[in-house]
């Protein structure tokens, strides 16, 4: 079956600082990949998606790219700030007739002034 | 914009007892609705998806008996957890997709069932 793997449970940075949030994904069908951030008290959001391989999907600073290759839809932001400390979580939905929305583990962020 | 609500926000309920919690959808119509069961360590669980005009598919740990679910419309649906217990407890979690952006759910911010 789908699955996702994010590696790091938690990442603490100070404000400024460069983020990298691990994600890899396997599966045998053809993928839209997603990245969703949760707030303390909050449901879900989503922050981007990449319908394509090969594709960036960018959005409030954030950027992933679907690299079909590694298998990989690693979040990156140039410079984190206090207000981006939550959980990010790496999602997975097979384009096919099988719907089923498969979540990473999540990575929270933390994020010092 | 695509909304979904869910309430109760918390609720808390005696063991053995049966709590039902809601989820709606505003500013679209919802095709699919799945339900998670998120745990304090941030774990998402699928319990069901639920697809309008089609039947209620279960995962495994996770039975129509245990959790009934509705979806009588394209803005509506809801859950019951029956005779609930402490390995019950967690958030709730509502995430609806739509015609238009059939990969991307939208989710409440959960009920949160609490077992005493």
Redesign the interface.
């Known amino acids: 079956g789908d699955s996702v793997t994010q590696k790091q449970g938690q990442v603490t940075l100070s404000e400024d600082d460069f983020l990298f949030i691990n994600c890899t994904y396997s599966t045998t069908t053809y993928p839209?990949l997603?990245w969703?951030v949760?707030y303390p008290?909050?449901?879900?959001?989503?922050l981007l998606?990449v319908?394509t391989a090969n594709n960036k999907g960018i959005s409030r600073g954030f950027e992933a790219t679907y690299d079909k290759g590694t298998t990989s839809f690693h979040l990156q932001k140039a410079s984190v700030q206090e207000s981006d400390s939550a959980?990010y979580?790496c999602a997975l939905?097979d384009?096919g007739g099988n719907?089923?929305?498969t979540?990473g583990?999540?990575t929270?962020l933390v994020v010092h002034p | 914009g695509a909304l979904v609500y869910q309430y109760p926000r918390r609720t808390i309920c005696k063991s053995g007892t049966s709590m039902r919690m809601e989820c709606q959808a505003v500013g679209f119509q919802a095709t699919s609705v799945a339900w998670y069961r998120q745990s304090p360590q941030k774990t998402f669980e699928l319990i069901a998806l639920s697809t309008v005009n089609s039947a209620i598919k279960y995962e495994q740990n996770f039975t129509q008996e245990k959790f009934p679910i509705s979806h009588p419309n394209l803005s509506f649906s809801s859950m019951t957890v029956l005779n609930a217990y402490l390995e019950d407890r967690g958030l709730y979690l509502c995430g609806a997709r739509d015609w238009e952006s059939q990969n991307t759910l939208y989710f409440g911010a959960g009920t949160r069932l609490s077992v005493l």
């Open positions: 839209t997603l969703y949760q008290g909050q449901g879900p959001q989503l998606k319908t959980v979580f939905v384009k719907y089923k929305p979540f583990k999540g929270s």
